[in-house]
């Protein structure tokens, strides 16, 4: 046997809003079949759309940016640094100057395999009545807001923009107005949290949480409380705590995914009865995802852990499939 470092990462998440409507709530992702024990895991991308058309009676919020034409290869103006003011980033594209004429619904699309926010691209597909097409990256931290507006000519296009570092951006959206301000958008949302804390010790061979760890799981609670404060409010969508048992390489495979499934599901449960109001999910990876590789057979207090990672989507593996987390709470009715 010979275990490979996997590590969970966040899936972004898509969604389609309606016009001029708030932020609709993500629903809970159903879990899919475990993927193999030894796969490495990677960042990937989840869809989920809904369609939606309005006119111009909605809120003045679904007005779009109008476009313009400036050299895209040029960095983020430095005129919109100021605090809460968006950047914006043109390109060196002519828009139309006038609506796309269609009689199709207002629509938009992203494939999911072509989003590659390193490089700073994606494919859209588009159809209706488009006055503009608008890309608006929200940066974390409270870092001003990027905005690029693009060509829409056409049914389906590559947007290309200058790269962000992923753990910078809180969420992206592309968006494409018609002429009575009704529009479509799709929201990406590669937004995770892992929450540093201190491992529970468990006994041998044990899943209940023990009287002397409660203090370093009210400490862990606390954390995770901050971070959901700091967030709220931003329209990412539902959060969810996954938590990620692990196990060293004493034992056999089949005992450790046992006990690293139920550590974990003691420690969401604990979460769950002391008042954490959003939805928890809990999964065991055994020794499949060593922090430190080791031979078989091996003490070693570094494998023996739990991960606590606040995601809006679920942690997927490098080929795509996503873990069975089996969810115990669905959040605080």
Not at 153 to 165: I, Q, Y
Not at 194 to 200: A, C, L
Not at 245 to 267: K, Y
Request: aromatic residues 4%; hydrophobic residues 35%.
């Amino acid at each position: 046997m010979t275990p490979l470092t996997s590590i969970l990462a966040l899936a972004l998440g898509f969604s389609l809003f309606s016009c001029g409507g708030a932020n609709q709530p993500a629903k809970i992702p159903s879990s899919h079949a475990d993927e193999q024990a030894d796969e490495r895991t990677d960042a990937q991308t989840g869809v989920s759309e809904s369609a939606g058309q309005g006119d111009d009676q909605q809120s003045k919020s679904s007005k779009a940016p109008d476009s313009a034409d400036d050299d895209s290869s040029a960095p983020p103006s430095a005129s919109g640094t100021e605090s809460g003011k968006a950047i914006v980033e043109q390109q060196d594209e002519k828009s139309p100057g006038e609506c796309q004429k269609s009689s199709a619904k207002l629509a938009i699309s992203v494939d999911r395999n072509s989003v590659n926010l390193e490089k700073g691209t994606l494919r859209a597909k588009l159809d209706g009545p488009i006055c503009s097409l608008v890309m608006k990256i929200t940066l974390k931290d409270g870092q001003p807001t990027l905005e690029k507006s693009f060509d829409y000519s056409g049914s389906e296009r590559e947007l290309k923009w200058n790269p962000v570092p992923r753990d910078q951006i809180e969420k992206v959206e592309i968006r494409v107005t018609a002429n009575d301000n009704a529009y479509q958008a799709v929201q990406l949302v590669p937004w995770s949290v892992s929450i540093d804390h201190k491992e529970v010790e468990f006994d041998t061979n044990r899943a209940v949480v023990r009287d002397p760890e409660v203090t370093s799981l009210n400490d862990s609670l606390s954390k995770i409380k901050g971070v959901l404060s700091k967030v709220d409010g931003k329209g990412l969508g539902t959060i969810t705590l996954f938590i990620a048992g692990h196990t060293d390489t004493q034992g056999s495979d089949e005992h450790n995914m046992t006990l690293s499934r139920s550590r974990a599901q003691a420690i969401a449960s604990w979460f769950m009865k002391n008042g954490l109001c959003i939805p928890i999910a809990f999964e065991g990876f055994g020794e499949t995802a060593l922090k430190k590789v080791t031979a078989d057979n091996v003490d070693e207090q570094a494998n023996r852990r739990v991960d606590y990672i606040l995601a809006v989507e679920p942690p997927m593996t490098r080929k795509g499939a996503t873990p069975a987390w089996k969810w115990i709470s669905k959040g605080c009715s």
